[in-house]
């Protein structure tokens, strides 16, 4: 993991995280004072203190042969006082003491199950995991992880990443697989609609999330290098598709600033004439 200093944009520090190259997850904590990392190839998860740059504390799940329970996903808590680790080959979801990394609560799913990714409200009340191994995703309550609902997906779509309302009344599931939003109701833990949007090959969706304002739902349509994504803005008062935005390469996240920071990057990096890598 490296780190960049945002005023001279160069490498000031890294860390090594495990020993095994692959996918490493990063989430920043709701008062923006730490790191988590989450290293499933290794089975490492770790917190960074960001004022002074120094690992606060480091764990490794393993299990008793050695192999990677592999955390795939780390997310904080909204009141930042424990993290949320899905370990996909240990089928169990744990939460970790913030500032100590130790275990608090697991729950344990059923075998075969590999919980993937996790999402809790904004409330931080509830918690969505993605589970891969049987298409479905789990409700459950925070911070006691008690079982509230299980949702099948349709069939033939895999269930990758979602996000919550910001009322918590709907969890919305972007597959891997479809150009589609799936909306589950957290009353009932229903699928209550489906929002078809653009159809670009090849089909799935890299990210979804909700605008700072909490009107929209942004969703990234990867597509192909050479023909280009799109970003898709989802009117939350009538779930129904508000904006398209295509593009001529393919993204695969994207990230929500004010109106300020867009000027000054469309002024200042974008539009001056430069050589080399430009924006």
């Known amino acids: 993991v490296y780190v ?11 860390f090594t995280v495990g020993d095994k190259a692959g996918f490493i997850g990063i989430a920043i904590s709701p008062n923006g004072e730490y790191a988590a990392i989450a290293d499933g190839p290794s089975g490492v998860v770790e917190v960074i203190n960001l004022s002074n740059l120094q690992v606060v504390w480091k764990e490794q799940f393993l299990s008793p042969t050695g192999r990677t329970y592999y955390p795939c996903d780390v ?3 909204p009141n930042g006082q424990y993290l949320i680790v899905p370990l996909r080959f240990n089928n169990s979801v744990d939460t970790l003491n913030a500032m100590s990394g130790k275990v608090m609560t697991v ?12 999402s809790p409200n904004m409330q931080g009340t509830m918690l969505a995991v993605e589970y891969a191994g049987n298409n479905s995703v789990g409700f459950y309550s925070l911070p006691s992880l008690q079982y509230m609902g299980m949702v099948a997906m349709p069939s033939g779509v895999t269930p990758q990443r979602g996000t919550f309302t910001p009322d918590g009344k709907y969890y919305l599931e972007a597959p891997a697989n479809k150009n589609e939003v799936v ?3 957290t009353s009932t833990y229903s699928v209550v609609n489906t929002i078809t949007l653009p159809s670009i090959s090849p089909a799935g969706l890299a990210e979804i999330g909700i605008t700072p304002g909490g009107s929209y739902a942004y969703v990234i349509i990867h597509g192909f290098v050479t023909s280009g994504g799109m970003i898709v803005l989802i009117s939350l008062s009538s779930m129904s598709v508000a904006y398209e935005v295509p593009l001529t390469t393919a993204p695969s996240f994207a990230l929500p600033i004010s109106v300020s920071t867009g000027s000054y990057l469309v002024d200042n990096i974008m539009l001056p004439p430069v050589t080399g890598l430009h924006c």
Do not use: C, E, H, N
Not at 4 to 10: E, P, Q
Not at 109 to 115: H, K, R, V
């Open 4 to 14: 960049i200093d945002s005023s001279t944009m160069k490498v000031v520090q890294d």
């Open 75 to 77: 997310r904080w808590a």
């Open 107 to 118: 729950l344990t799913a059923s075998p075969g199950s590999q919980p993937y990714m996790v």
């Open 183 to 185: 909306v589950i109701s």
